[in-house]
C-alpha cells in the first residue's frame, strides 16, 4: 500500500520518499515508493506528471493491491545523471503543478456541475470524463437547454460564494447516514469531499480548497448519448482558453465580414442565399453560351470526305459515314475544363453529320472526340491515335471519348486527329 500523500494535502507539489521497488519495463522504469503525491489515473482523472529524481514521470498507475506505480523514462544514453533508484534509496519528486491544479479545477467543478443539475433539474451524472482539452459529464436523461442553462447558473453561484472544501475519511457506517450524492461503489474508510453545504461525494480525487477557485463552470456543448445526455464543460483555466480562443475567432469574423458580432449569423445566411442566386444564374449563363458556342462552331465545319472503307473507323462496317460519305468535321481549341469542353462538343454532335475534336488551350492538354450517332467515326480511337502519338491517357466510347496530359501545342493536336480522320 502507497500513502497516498495528495488524499490529504491535494496541494503538495513536492515530496520525499524511499524507493520500495524497481522494475524495468521496456526501456523504462516502474518505480514503487512508500509514499506519494503523485496521482494516479482512476475515477475519470488522468494521471499527474513531473519528475522523480529528476527523472521524467509518464504514466502513473493505481495497482489492484492499492499500490502505485511510477512509470519513468530512464535518462538517454550520454545524459547525465545522479540518479540510479535502488530499493531503500530516498528520492525527491516534483508534480507538474499546472497540469495538477488544471485537473482539481476541472474535477471540483465537476462535483459542482452535477450538484446543481440533480438540484435544479432532478438529473442524475451516471460517469465523468477528464480529458485533455475538454471534460463530459454523462447524465441519466435529457435536459432541455434552459434546464442547462439554469443548472449553470446556479453552480456558478457556488463558484462565486467561495465555499470551503474539505476532505474527510469517515466509515461505511456514518457514510449510510449522510447525505451522499451518490451511492458509494466501495466499502471500507471512505473519503468524501464535501462542498459545504452544497454537495457531499466520496471520491479519491484532488479538489481545490475553496469552490472560488474553479474560476468558472461553461457548459460548452451537448449531444444525446446512450439514451441520457453527453455534456462538456470546461473550467477555470480552460474556459479562459476557450473564451480566448472565441474572441480571436470572432474578430476576425468581423474583420471579415464588416458587421458587429451579433449581425454575423444573419450575415452568413444573406451571403448563402446570394451564393446559390449567383450559382444558379452562372449555370443558367454556362448553358446558353455553350449553345451559342456549339451553333458557332457547327457553323464553321469543314466538309470533309471520309474513307469509303477506313481502316479503325467505327467497327461497324458500314462504308463512311452520312449517305454521301461526307462528314462534318469541327476541329477547335477552346478555352474550357474537361465538362466544358464535353458539354460543348456533345451538343455539336446532337446533329447528323458531325465529327468534333476539341483540344483545352491548357498545357498538356485535354482532348474530347464526340461523332454524331450516324458518324461511323470511333471516337475512342482518335483518342487512342492522339495518345499513343502525345502522350497522356484517356478512353471512352465510340460516340465520346477524352484523354488528359496529352502534351503537345493544341494546333499539333488538331492536325494529328484530321491526318487520322481523314486519311486513316
Ligand atoms: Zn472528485
Same mark, same amino acid.
Given at each position: 500500500m502507497?500513502?497516498?500523500?495528495?488524499?490529504?494535502?491535494?496541494?503538495?507539489? $513536492?515530496?520525499?520518499?524511499?524507493?520500495?521497488?524497481?522494475?524495468?519495463?521496456?526501456?523504462?522504469?516502474?518505480?514503487?515508493?512508500?509514499?506519494?503525491?503523485?496521482?494516479? $489515473?482512476?475515477?475519470?482523472?488522468?494521471?499527474?506528471?513531473?519528475?522523480?529524481?529528476?527523472?521524467?514521470?509518464?504514466?502513473?498507475?493505481?495497482?489492484?493491491?492499492g499500490g502505485i506505480t511510477h512509470v519513468v523514462q530512464q535518462p538517454s544514453v550520454g545524459q547525465a545523471s545522479d540518479t540510479s533508484l535502488a530499493p531503500g534509496q530516498r528520492v525527491h519528486g516534483e508534480i507538474d503543478?499546472?497540469?495538477?491544479?488544471?485537473?482539481?479545477?476541472?474535477?471540483?467543478?465537476?462535483?459542482?456541475?452535477?450538484?446543481?443539475?440533480?438540484?435544479?433539474?432532478?438529473?442524475?451524472?451516471?460517469?465523468?470524463?477528464?480529458?485533455?482539452?475538454?471534460?463530459?459529464?454523462?447524465?441519466?436523461?435529457?435536459?432541455?437547454?434552459?434546464?442547462?442553462?439554469?443548472?449553470?447558473t446556479e453552480a456558478n453561484h457556488v463558484v462565486w460564494e467561495d465555499r470551503p472544501v474539505t476532505i474527510r475519511f469517515v466509515s461505511a457506517e456514518e457514510a449510510a447516514a449522510l447525505p451522499l450524492r451518490k451511492e458509494p461503489a466501495r466499502g471500507g474508510t471512505l473519503r468524501l469531499i464535501d462542498v459545504e453545504s452544497f454537495d457531499l461525494s466520496a471520491c479519491g480525487g484532488t479538489h481545490v480548497a475553496r469552490s472560488g477557485a474553479i474560476g468558472i463552470i461553461a457548459v460548452a456543448s451537448w449531444e444525446r448519448f446512450k439514451g441520457g445526455q453527453r455534456l462538456e464543460f470546461l473550467c477555470g483555466g480552460r474556459?479562459?482558453?476557450?473564451?480566448?480562443?472565441?474572441?480571436?475567432?470572432?474578430?476576425?469574423?468581423?474583420?471579415?465580414?464588416?458587421?458587429?458580432?451579433?449581425?454575423?449569423?444573419?450575415?452568413?445566411?444573406?451571403?448563402?442565399?446570394?451564393?446559390?442566386?449567383?450559382?444558379?444564374?452562372?449555370?443558367?449563363?454556362?448553358?446558353?453560351?455553350?449553345?451559342?458556342?456549339a451553333g458557332e462552331l457547327a457553323a464553321s465545319a469543314e466538309r470533309v470526305r471520309l474513307p469509303p472503307s477506313p481502316q479503325g473507323f467505327g467497327g461497324t462496317g458500314r462504308p463512311g459515314t452520312t449517305s454521301d460519305g461526307e462528314a462534318s468535321l469541327v476541329l477547335r481549341a477552346v478555352d474550357a475544363d474537361a465538362n466544358g469542353l464535353k458539354a460543348l462538343a456533345t451538343a455539336i454532335a446532337a446533329s447528323p453529320g458531325y465529327v468534333v475534336v476539341l483540344v483545352s488551350t491548357t498545357r498538356p492538354a485535354l482532348v474530347v472526340v464526340a461523332r454524331s450517332s450516324d458518324a461511323a467515326v470511333s471516337a475512342q480511337q482518335i483518342i487512342a491515335t492522339l495518345t499513343g502519338k502525345f502522350g497522356g491517357r484517356g478512353g471512352g466510347k465510340p460516340e465520346l471519348a477524352q484523354a488528359g496530359g496529352v502534351d503537345a501545342p493544341a494546333e499539333e493536336i488538331l492536325t494529328a486527329a484530321r491526318v487520322f480522320i481523314v486519311s486513316s
Open positions: 502507497t500513502d497516498r500523500l495528495y488524499y490529504r494535502d491535494p496541494y503538495l507539489r $513536492t515530496f520525499d520518499a524511499t524507493v520500495e521497488k524497481v522494475e524495468p519495463r521496456g526501456d523504462r522504469w516502474s518505480v514503487a515508493l512508500d509514499r506519494t503525491a503523485f496521482y494516479p $489515473t482512476t475515477g475519470g482523472q488522468p494521471f499527474d506528471t513531473g519528475t522523480l529524481g529528476g527523472l521524467l514521470v509518464v504514466d502513473v498507475v493505481d495497482e489492484e493491491d503543478w499546472p497540469r495538477r491544479f488544471d485537473h482539481m479545477q476541472q474535477h471540483t467543478g465537476q462535483h459542482v456541475l452535477s450538484a446543481a443539475i440533480l438540484k435544479v433539474c432532478g438529473a442524475r451524472t451516471v460517469s465523468f470524463h477528464l480529458g485533455a482539452a475538454v471534460s463530459t459529464i454523462d447524465l441519466e436523461r435529457e435536459l432541455s437547454p434552459a434546464q442547462i442553462a439554469a443548472a449553470e474556459a479562459l482558453g476557450r473564451w480566448r480562443s472565441f474572441r480571436d475567432t470572432m474578430a476576425a469574423s468581423v474583420r471579415l465580414l464588416s458587421v458587429l458580432p451579433e449581425e454575423i449569423p444573419a450575415t452568413v445566411e444573406r451571403m448563402q442565399g446570394d451564393a446559390r442566386e449567383q450559382k444558379r444564374a452562372a449555370a443558367a449563363l454556362q448553358t446558353e453560351l455553350a449553345r451559342f458556342r
